[in-house]
């Protein structure tokens, strides 16, 4: 009897019962709840840390740039008072260097005329225009004295205020050195006259032709006359002055002379139209004063002015923007033929294509990957030039400018 119990009391401890596997089960449950509130809770301490780290080092930068902006108006405004200062400074030294520049023209004692005096200037042109028969050597020392002028005049124009220079002696000023200019290259040209009548007694005696070079600091002349008049003469290199020149075969029997004349001062870009850049008007100002105003008045309409302003072709940016609408325009109207019928749609794509050609043309590198500043914005129709004209807006000359030139020879001196 008591081996039969235990045995039955040992199979009840091997098996667990419903109650014992629920509250093991629960157990279970309670503690992985207790293992996911701690986990969450860990989670927002670390999250909760995070974020305060982060306030604490977005209130130092904050701390940090609200004192860089100090410090920056604090330096701008040093940079304000030493630019100002540095603009009175300029604006010192060049009084005083005007002032100095009158005054060496006061003490100066050579003879020269002051070109700033039109009685002075006029007589020193009259006399010299008069002057002929004058050689090319006594022109060149002369022209050295022409160029100061210039320089000296120019230097007026450029450093004076505006305050402080009358638009009537501004205007005398430039007149004076256009009359220079032109006075310099006639004496040239006269020079060059006087040289090659007396051509004959300055022959080569290899070549049998006159071949001459005359230079100074400034000016630089290579001329040479046709006096052999040999058939097979193909050309002449000046070796010194590494400049040489193609005679032609009909020109060759000729009585001619070839003149090369170098400068290295540029008088002729100043009087090209596309030397200086022709800024538009805008009329934003005027249109703004023609609005109608909230009063009611009569309402506001575009003046012919406008009208034409916007069918220039200058107006780039606007005709740009039509162009394209009409472009839409016209496409659009070619599919819906191309739906009723086919000739009418090649007749449409063709409007359209030399719609096309049409803007191109007209904008021309405008459009070419960039969008047109507003220099380019601001064009006319006097800025539209020939393929063979340099526009001076966009290039510089350099190294002086070259003058060739074929020339009669005059009559020579028999011996």
């Keep these: 009897m008591s081996s039969k119990g235990t045995s039955a009391t040992s199979q009840k401890k091997g ?6 596997k629920l509250r093991l089960q629960k157990e279970e449950e309670e503690r992985k709840q ?21 306030r604490l080092e977005r209130e130092a930068i904050e701390l940090l740039e609200a004192k860089q902006l100090e410090h920056r108006e604090e330096e ?17 030294w060049k009084r005083d260097l005007r002032t100095r520049a009158k005054w060496d023209r006061y003490m100066l004692c050579d003879g020269s005329p002051d070109p700033s005096v039109c009685q002075e200037i006029n007589s020193f042109m009259s006399l010299w225009s008069k002057e002929t028969k004058e050689d090319f050597q006594s022109v060149l020392n ?21 305050e ?8 005398q000023y430039t007149q004076t050195v256009q009359e220079l200019q032109s006075l310099l290259q006639q004496k040239f040209d006269d020079a060059t006259e006087h040289l090659l009548k007396n051509a004959a007694s300055l022959s080569d005696i290899d070549t049998g032709n006159m071949q001459k070079v005359i ?23 000046f070796e010194e002055e590494g400049i040489s020149f193609d005679l032609p075969k009909p020109l060759a029997l000729s ?28 009329e934003e100002n005027k249109a703004a004063e023609t609005m109608r105003p909230d009063s009611g008045v009569e309402e506001w309409k575009p003046t012919d002015e406008e009208v034409e302003e916007k069918s220039e072709p200058g107006n780039v940016a606007t005709m740009e923007d039509e162009v394209q609408s009409e472009g839409r325009k016209s496409t659009l109207s070619s ?5 009723n019928t086919e000739n009418g749609a090649e007749l449409q794509e063709k409007n359209v294509i030399e719609a096309d050609q049409t803007t191109e043309s007209q904008l021309g590198d405008l459009t070419e990957g960039q969008s047109p500043s507003p220099v380019q914005n601001q064009l006319t129709p006097d800025d539209i030039l020939e393929d063979d004209v340099v526009d001076l807006r966009q290039f510089l000359s350099l190294g002086g400018v070259y003058y060739f030139d074929v020339l009669v020879l005059p009559p020579q001196c028999k011996q």
């Excluded at 996911?36 to 982060?54: D, H, P, S, V």
């Excluded at 599919?335 to 739906?339: D, F, G, I, K």
């Design 15 to 20: 098996k667990p019962s419903k109650a014992e």
């Design 34 to 54: 207790r293992e996911e509130e701690e986990a969450r809770l860990l989670a927002e301490q670390i999250e909760a840390a995070r974020l305060e780290k982060e």
């Design 76 to 92: 701008l405004g040093e940079y304000r008072l030493l630019i100002d200062e540095k603009l009175e400074a300029a604006a010192h």
């Design 142 to 162: 002369k022209s050295n004295l022409i160029l100061s002028l210039i320089e000296e005049l120019e230097f007026l124009l450029h450093d004076t205020p505006t």
């Design 164 to 171: 402080d220079l009358a638009e009537s002696d501004a205007a």
């Design 215 to 237: 230079t100074n600091k400034n000016v630089k002349l290579c001329i040479w006359a046709n006096l052999n008049k040999n058939p097979r003469f193909r050309g002449y290199k």
């Design 255 to 282: 009585n001619i002379a070839v003149r090369i004349l170098h400068t290295s001062y540029d008088h002729l870009s100043c009087q090209s139209p596309t030397f200086l850049p022709h800024i538009k008007e805008t």
């Design 335 to 339: 599919m819906s033929q191309r739906e």
